[in-house]
T-cell receptor, first 109, second 116 residues
Framework: EDQVTQSPEALRLQEGESSSLNCSYTVSGLRGLFWYRQDPGKGPEFLFTLYSAGEEKEKERLKATLTKKESFLHITAPKPEDSATYLCAVQAGNTPLVFGKGTRLSVIA | DTGVSQDPRHKITKRGQNVTFRCDPISEHNRLYWYRQTLGQGPEFLTYFQNEAQLEKSRLLSDRFSAERPKGSFSTLEIQRTEQGDSAMYLC??????????????FGEGSRLTVL
């Protein structure tokens, strides 16, 4: 069974304090690993797709990387508006996405 | 730009009542997904359609749940004889296959169900 584990569950950062979120996964035949952002009371918003180990994607202060067993979402010099829950999901074959529980990020000014 | 819209946004019902949620996907999208999310959890897959065909249902989906997508446009999710454990956010998402392989789903804002 495909599994996605995210850590930490919650992270509190000062504005400008860089850090990383972790997503470890167990899946047969990974087709893609995806990062989403979710604000309170809203649906998830797509951020990145990673297909193979060694791949990296960047968007503003966010950078996602992928190894054979885990992915990291690096947040450089975060701002309060980066506060949200970050969800990781995997896809095997043509199956629907399997999501982790997410990491709740709070960035304090 | 009209994204994915869901209605109603909030529904409070008594145990045993039936409820129906509606989802209008992005117009050119042929795939439509239903997910359920409870507090502190990630979205959990329920079912999905390609055009009007329901291609997959989660093994966890009780037979009290039924979904339709007539004519491959909007979709409805009905829950019969609601239970308190059905309280959750019901999320609809759409995508354009085969680009779906990117996992880029466009989610609506969800329909929050509270069963008293």
């Amino acid at each position: 069974e495909d599994q996605v584990t995210q850590s930490p569950e919650a992270l509190r950062l000062q504005e400008g304090e860089s850090s990383s979120l972790n997503c470890s996964y167990t899946v047969s035949g990974l087709r893609g690993l995806f990062w989403y952002r979710q604000d309170p009371g809203k649906g998830p918003e797509f951020l990145f797709t990673l297909y193979s180990a060694g791949e990296e994607k960047e968007k503003e202060r966010l950078k996602a990387t992928l190894t054979k067993k885990e992915s990291f979402l690096h947040i450089t010099a975060p701002k309060p508006e980066d506060s949200a829950t970050y969800l990781c999901a995997v896809q095997a074959g043509n199956t629907p996405l399997v999501f982790g529980k997410g990491t709740r990020l709070s960035v304090i000014a | 730009d009209t994204g994915v819209s869901q209605d109603p946004r909030h529904k409070i019902t008594k145990r045993g009542q039936n409820v129906t949620f509606r989802c209008d996907p992005i117009s050119e999208h042929n795939r439509l997904y239903w997910y359920r999310q409870t507090l502190g959890q990630g979205p959990e897959f329920l079912t999905y359609f390609q055009n009007e065909a329901q291609l997959e249902k989660s093994r966890l989906l009780s037979d009290r749940f039924s979904a339709e997508r007539p004519k491959g446009s909007f979709s409805t999710l009905e829950i019969q004889r609601t239970e308190q454990g059905d309280s959750a956010m019901y999320l609809c998402a759409s995508s354009l296959a085969p680009r779906t392989v990117t996992g880029e789903l466009f989610f609506g804002e969800g329909s929050r169900l509270t069963v008293l």
